[in-house]
């Protein structure tokens, strides 16, 4: 691990990228709320992170906009990368798994959740 130059070591480089000091929380997952306009205390609430940990964060996003952005797109892009990768690899097994019938005694909350799901695909 190593500090970022310039900055207070609270935001640190790790294998998994910038990250808050301390914790294994990146920048990329508070960009994920940042992005989705979440106010800074629920973000702070959800990671439950100090005042000063998501101040921090949000600053070094702030005056780092232009880099976090850029490997938080290729963050992004991998992700994306890896869930289809993963949903092709396990088709068979996951649609093996859904043809089988349910087990005993779970019947009800089974049909529950494809009435659910059937309201969810109609109001599309």
Excluded: H
Aim: no cysteine; proline share 5%.
């Amino acid at each position: 691990m190593t500090s970022i130059p310039n900055e207070q070591t609270s935001i640190i480089r790790t294998e998994r990228g910038l990250a808050i000091a301390g914790t294994r929380i990146t920048i990329y997952d508070i960009m994920d709320y940042v992005t989705a306009q979440y106010p800074p205390n629920f973000i702070r609430g959800l990671f439950d992170l100090t005042e000063e940990q998501i101040n921090a964060a949000l600053a070094y996003i702030e005056a780092n906009r232009a880099e976090v952005e850029a490997e938080y797109q290729m963050v992004l892009k991998e992700a994306e990368e890896l869930r289809l990768y993963y949903e092709e690899k396990n088709r068979d097994l996951i649609a093996r798994i859904a043809a089988q019938p349910p087990k005993p005694g779970t019947e009800a909350a089974w049909e529950k959740l494809r009435a659910a799901k059937a309201k969810f695909k109609s109001e599309l």
